[in-house]
């Protein structure tokens, strides 16, 4: 059995990693050792991950996001697998890679690549199928945001307002200074950690607050979302330095939903499932009061995730109807100030409007998630790849080594 | 506001209990005191539920059943909205009620009648949708039945073998000499109360276990639905009495799980909504080792609801494919034997295969759910009623009074 390592920690590898292979959740009842449920708190954890990501409404409350009665919208296909899996690329270790040798290396669940609009590659793996919503985590911030910067060009709302402005629950918070563009722009300084492996930080608590860890015997914290998210404390200021803090995502959400009256369900339906014909529905996670986690919650099916990566790429228009004014789409695409992002394993980058801009030769703008979530978006390429993965590493920093190379190559060849 | 007395007790009628009116889970977030959730346990507890039984999957976790890529099969209407509202009938407590009035006072949250196959009044009430699937309660036992029942027809299951020869697990049990012939046909005798008020029944026991009732701090029990069905010891005699009790169907559908390999919602996918062409996903409740609650876990939106009992009217052809066997449907209208019905508020009906036959002029079987969930099919009327409600009380004592002549007074309008 192969096995990969991070940091110094030994994983089966993609391969030996197979969900149907390692029988999880298989049989009537499923045996005691090969169980997965919210209960044991260990549904992120590897290799369970590799089924658990496929299956999230199957652990926890969820909302459906309809996909309306217009049936799907087509997706043609011009199919080019041959020529697209032996392409090989050079990582960021200087290693020599087939294209579909790495998929399995950075533990893909699915993949679909679109180019000028058609399907060119799309293959998945393990559990996933490709009518089954997989885990989107943080991609749902791009949703998110490109949602809340269509109501600041409606007039909708005001991203100069300051949040107390839509939500005075927040006024003693760290957000009570905050402006709506820089919680949009994770420009906010935050006494709060995003760290996924840490049980005393700032995301585990939210997510415990949120009922979406599992919360110990005795636990008398916060209840719900908007129970948490009053008691985040200011640190450092705000409008200097991207910090990536899910919390942020939250209360742009939370704006979004108090000002329009809709949850984040019904707006996705509304302004982005229904009118780019999505063929399957979507879901996202709840909290115990019902609120929608815009911070990661959403699940989708891998074919409407490209659809919305193709929106984009196009600048909003879906077969001539304007779905996304084409400024946000287009200032996504500029992106954020590049002096005021921190993160070296993105060197280059800068941080817009809940989306990573690369800056590279292709334009692209990536909507990224734990565990291997991306959404690539090459405008220069006409190029878009949706990818679910089930990476043992929660961050990035595991994985771009081999993604972000995989992609420029990629979208290097399909440029021609 | 409006009132009834049920039982000595005042509940707010079918129009005051409107949960939009009475904001439950509206705002972001919801009202403390306008929230439901799963933790409070009090889910079905009136007038909430008149919101959560269009909204299970948000609070509890829950597998899809995918309807497939076929798009919807079509259902042609034929209005005739304003002749069935003025129909009047009288109950069975002699009183004259319209036909619209009754759908308030059995506090109805969405009704189809088919005639001929065609839609000729549907409508919707309070939170509940066309695309929204709601609770089916019991009615989810006629569509495992089915199935089970197709199975014992393909020579898959064979209902003369004791139960033990599929489920070893269940030789200790109550089911240790039954006969999966009278599993289906609720012809055992189990040490197990059906009562759905009294927390020490054998149903709270079986909801906790399977983690659908929250479960008092400490608890020892079992821990899953399969930990739970072992326990159940005999008492009285099987074969003599029909004793309708939910592990029942519980047992038949674990028998079925075992022998295909499928899951339950994996098998009404593939043998009911993908062949139907239903126009949305329903869903299934989970246990927390992902069994699925056969015994009442499943939510349908109303027109798949009728499109299974226009299915069961066809006797099992659909647009000239036979999708379950004529013998199977042709076996429920036919029905059990009157004289081991011991229900007095059905009198004359039988119980067969997991479905209520009533033997009335019409012919007609029903699929029943608590909280007045009714599939009623009725072959001499070419008709087919889906009706999905929320009624304050559980068993269908407080509204078969109307429900039936009400059904019976329509069925002959359209009979003609």
């Known amino acids: 059995m192969g096995t990969l390592e991070f940091g110094g920690q030994q994983y089966l590898d993609g391969r030996a990693s197979d969900p149907r292979e390692l029988g999880w959740m298989r049989g009537a009842p499923p045996p005691a050792d090969k169980r997965i449920s919210f209960d044991s708190g260990r549904v992120l954890e590897f290799p369970k991950i590799r089924w658990s990501l496929s299956h999230v409404r199957e652990l926890a409350p969820t909302v459906g996001v309809w996909r309306g009665r217009g049936g799907p919208s087509a997706l043609e296909c011009n199919d080019n697998a041959a020529a697209i899996e032996g392409l090989s690329f050079v990582d960021m270790s200087g290693r020599t890679r087939r294209f579909d040798d790495a998929l399995y290396d950075t533990y893909t669940d699915g993949i679909i690549v679109l180019h000028r609009g058609r399907i060119v590659y799309e293959r998945y793996f393990g559990v996933l199928e490709s009518h089954l919503p997989h885990a989107c985590h943080s991609v749902t911030k791009s949703y998110a945001g490109t949602l809340t910067a269509a109501f600041v ?59 979406r860890r599992p919360r110990p015997v005795g636990y008398d914290g916060p209840q719900t979302l908007c129970d948490f998210l009053p008691t985040v404390n200011k640190e450092g200021a705000h409008g200097e330095t991207v910090s990536y803090k899910s919390v942020n995502t939250e209360v742009m959400a939370w704006v979004m939903a108090r000002v329009t009256g809709r949850s984040f369900a019904q707006l996705l339906h509304e302004r982005i499932w229904a009118p780019l014909g999505c063929e399957e529905d979507g879901y996202v996670s709840v909290d115990p009061a019902g609120m929608q986690m815009a911070g990661g919650g959403l699940c989708a099916s891998l074919r409407d995730l490209g659809r919305f990566g193709e929106l984009m790429r196009r600048e909003g228009d879906w077969q001539g109807k304007q779905i996304i004014p084409a400024s946000v789409a287009h200032e996504v695409r500029t992106g954020g100030d590049p002096a005021k992002f921190p993160y070296a394993g993105l060197a280059g980058y800068s941080y817009r409007g809940m989306w990573w801009v690369s800056h ?23 190029m878009v790849v949706a990818r679910f993965a089930s990476h043992p590493v929660a961050t990035g920093a595991a994985h771009n080594p081999i993604t972000l190379p995989q992609m420029l190559s990629l979208g290097r060849f399909l440029r021609g």
């Open 360 to 382: 590279n030769e292709l334009d692209a703008f990536e909507a990224r998630g734990i565990h291997g979530q991306l959404l690539y978006v090459a405008p220069k390429a006409e």
């Open 153 to 211: 060009h409606e007039g909708v709302l005001d991203d100069r307002k300051t949040i107390p402005h839509y939500l005075p629950e927040l006024r003693g918070s760290a957000w009570g200074d905050a402006t709506l563009r820089q919680v949009m722009d994770m420009l906010t300084g935050l006494a709060y950690t995003e760290d996924y492996v840490d049980e005393h930080s700032g995301v585990a608590a939210y997510l415990r607050a949120c009922g």
